[in-house]
């Protein structure tokens, strides 16, 4: 499905922001030159009546994305975090695409559920609620065990939302498809990988099994978090299409004006949010990667309590120091070791300059030091960051395509609640505890213990392994000097002596 039909889907979304009258607002809101919003409004206006009407009583822009569909709501979600990027009326427009979207029917909801866990909903649940959340995915019940009387949250998927999202997707392949043709400057940022990226995110939030396990290693991994809690997933009401977890009350972090009123501090919130997220990633190298404000609450008690599991992230070890390392350099100001970690890791290609890349570094750093976080502008902050990643060639890295959302999505959380928090205040602590227990002595010696267990995996095999190289040198027609065969036997020795070696390492540590 990806082929030259997908041209009409493309053109009916301009059409559609076209017909809404999104498509001024959101050129406006990200500060478009005169010329493309001349070539938009031109390409736009012949075909406004392919367009989807959408919902006349929604405001343009979330009338035009909930009239496009489940992929584009997502976007919005993602833009609804940031005000300092789309301004604060458009923000506020694009935060009913967190959990305010229409419903679909209740009765349709409990055959689904019927049909998905094989029994009568009336026999497992007391008490079954008309939706209390709507969002692009699914909508949520609350109900009550018929069981034990617990109160649940009952997750339903939207009925052919796979289908929806194909279509969606397939248009996103052929527009990547179409960048990398038309303008291959453009293939730096990879855009057929980030498509194929979002794809597999996609297809993982689609399937609740996945979400009940990643709510559960989740919940097992921060159990002992401060301030946080996590529903935990009940797996015999669970099943592709349905989701059954605890039920846990509170006040959306969207809601400000609640948060006050309940007595709620929101700087502490605020640095609670961005510290929970760095401890997460860097931690655990698994965090929450949809941490919008429809998936965070406070509870009464003042915890934060977080909700669906689609989309999470994982990092491996390497990942982690790198972006540690990234975050303390900038913490200290030390934009020569920024830059030296992004050559080192291959984010910037080797031929570059390293002196000017870090002094593009500092100009990304040092307004954010020097200046009220109120008064920063992220969206010029953003494009300058663009242009320093086309200047030096940075590739885009879908490993990290999760990571580099999830920040600028949890900032817009942390800074909705606080505006003048500043994020690498808040970050230090954190990044600092990260870095001393994992880059440095203790860090060496824990690495070494590890070599120390793989090898011991494969020390029953030494001698044969021995015993083949050997065999091979032996068969060989020309055999080597006697100095390289020597070496080879030298190698295998100075093989067993560090095996041995690091299984005493091992054992000592």
Do not use: C
């Not at 992929?71 to 993602?78: E, P, R």
């Not at 649940?152 to 498809?177: C, M, Q, S, T, W």
């Not at 960048?179 to 990226?197: C, K, N, Q, S, Y």
């Not at 990044?431 to 020390?459: C, H």
């Amino acid at each position: 499905m990806r082929g030259p039909h997908n041209i009409i889907r493309l053109v009916r979304t301009l059409a559609t922001l076209e017909r809404t009258g999104a498509i001024g607002v959101v050129l406006e809101a990200f500060h478009a030159p005169p010329r493309l919003r001349a070539v938009a409004r031109v390409l736009g206006w012949p075909f406004k009546w392919l367009g989807h009407p959408g919902d006349p009583a929604l405001p343009p822009a979330t009338r035009a994305l909930t009239a496009l569909g489940p992929a584009y709501i997502k976007f919005g979600q993602i833009l609804s975090t940031r005000p300092d990027v789309v301004g604060e009326d458009l923000a506020l427009q694009l935060k009913y695409l967190q959990d305010k979207l229409p419903p679909f029917s209740t009765d349709v909801a409990k055959t689904m559920i019927a049909a998905e866990l094989d029994v009568p909903v009336e026999k497992v649940f007391s008490a079954f609620s008309e939706p209390v959340a709507a969002a692009s995915i699914a909508q949520v019940h609350r109900a009550r065990l018929a069981e034990d009387g617990r109160e649940v949250a009952v997750k339903v998927l939207r009925p052919g939302i796979e289908r929806a999202f194909r279509k969606d997707i397939d248009a996103f392949y052929f527009a990547a498809r179409a960048i990398e043709f038309l303008a291959p400057g453009a293939r730096r940022l990879r855009p057929m990988d980030v498509i194929t990226h979002f794809d597999g995110v996609v297809q993982g939030e689609l399937d609740f099994r996945l979400e009940s396990s990643a709510a559960a290693e989740f919940a097992a991994n921060t159990e002992k978090d401060a301030g946080f809690q996590v529903p935990r997933p009940i797996w015999y009401l669970s099943g592709r299409s349905v989701m059954t977890l605890g039920w846990a009350e509170g006040i959306s972090l969207a809601d400000n004006a609640a948060i006050d009123a309940a007595g709620h501090d929101r700087a502490a919130l605020a640095t609670r949010v961005m510290q929970l997220f760095l401890n997460h990633a860097l931690r655990d190298g698994y965090f929450h990667a949809d941490m919008h404000q429809g998936n965070l609450k406070v509870a009464a008690n003042g915890d934060i309590i977080a909700y669906d599991f689609g989309i999470m992230g994982r990092l491996d070890d390497y990942t982690r120091r790198v972006y540690a390392e990234i975050l303390f350099g900038f913490i200290r100001k030390d934009y020569r070791r920024v830059a030296e970690v992004h050559f080192e890791a291959g984010y910037v290609p080797a031929d570059r300059d390293i002196d000017e890349f870090a002094r593009a570094l500092r100009a990304v750093g040092e307004p954010i030091f020097g200046m009220d976080a109120s008064r920063i502008s992220m969206a010029r902050l953003l494009a300058y960051l663009f242009e320093v990643t086309e200047r030096f060639g940075m590739e885009t890295r879908t490993e990290l395509i999760l990571l580099q959302r999830t920040m600028v999505v949890v900032e817009g959380v942390a800074r909705g609640l606080d505006p003048n928090l500043n994020i690498w205040q808040v970050a230090q602590p954190i990044v600092e505890s990260y870095i001393t227990k994992n880059i440095g002595p203790r860090a060496l010696l824990r690495d070494l213990a590890q070599t120390a267990r793989v090898l011991a995996r494969f020390g029953p095999k030494l001698p044969r392994m021995v015993e083949a190289a050997l065999i091979a040198q032996a068969d060989k027609p020309r055999p080597p000097p006697p100095r390289k065969g020597w070496f080879r036997l030298g190698w295998v020795a100075g093989a067993m002596v560090l095996f041995a070696l690091g299984v005493l390492i091992g054992q000592a540590i």
